[in-house]
């Protein structure tokens, strides 16, 4: 949590600079929500409250809320990188899309929260597995952009393939 503040303030500091301040923000409130939520279901928990208590299932909805908005953050931080029309369009339409969904997401998550865990997952990697095969080309992204952004999504596609519900054989 104290990371994730560090990281608010810092990126607000900067936001004077050129790039792309907002989704920087916007990344650095998602890890707010998704450490600060993860801390406070813990620590509910640890403190005997039930799984389904009131507390709990908040803390719970904030720490998937930043988890729906973090595909945002990181299609607004890859949309520089398009350069052809249709890869424009393509993370334009990715971008409301996502937009959309997280929406929806949040919303479900704050009413109840139950099996949304998955689906956030599913979410994200959906979206950014797309808007990676959209925006970034190794020949136009910037190396320090291109490596660090392919990790993310390997990463995030092998999460969500892990949460995959498995056959009885």
Request: charge should be positive; include cysteine; hydrophobic fraction near 60%.
């Amino acid at each position: 949590l104290l990371i994730t503040t560090v990281l608010l303030v810092l990126t607000l500091r900067a936001a004077r600079l050129p790039g792309t301040p907002l989704a920087n923000i916007l990344f650095a409130v998602c890890g707010i929500c998704w450490s600060a939520g993860g801390l406070a279901r813990v620590l509910f928990l640890a403190a005997g409250l039930p799984h389904d208590a009131h507390w709990v299932l908040a803390a719970h909805a904030l720490q998937y809320s930043g988890a729906a908005a973090f595909p945002i953050a990181i299609l607004a931080v890859w949309r520089p990188f398009a350069a052809l029309p249709w890869q424009k369009s393509a993370v334009r339409v990715l971008q409301i899309c996502a937009i959309v969904s997280a929406a929806a997401i949040v919303a479900m998550l704050w009413i109840s929260p139950a099996g949304l865990s998955r689906a956030t997952a599913y979410n994200a990697a959906v979206f950014l597995a797309l808007g990676a095969a959209a925006t970034l080309r190794r020949g136009t992204t910037p190396r320090a952009v291109y490596l660090p952004s392919l990790a993310i999504v390997t990463a995030l596609c092998g999460a969500s393939l892990m949460m995959l519900p498995r056959q009885a054989s």
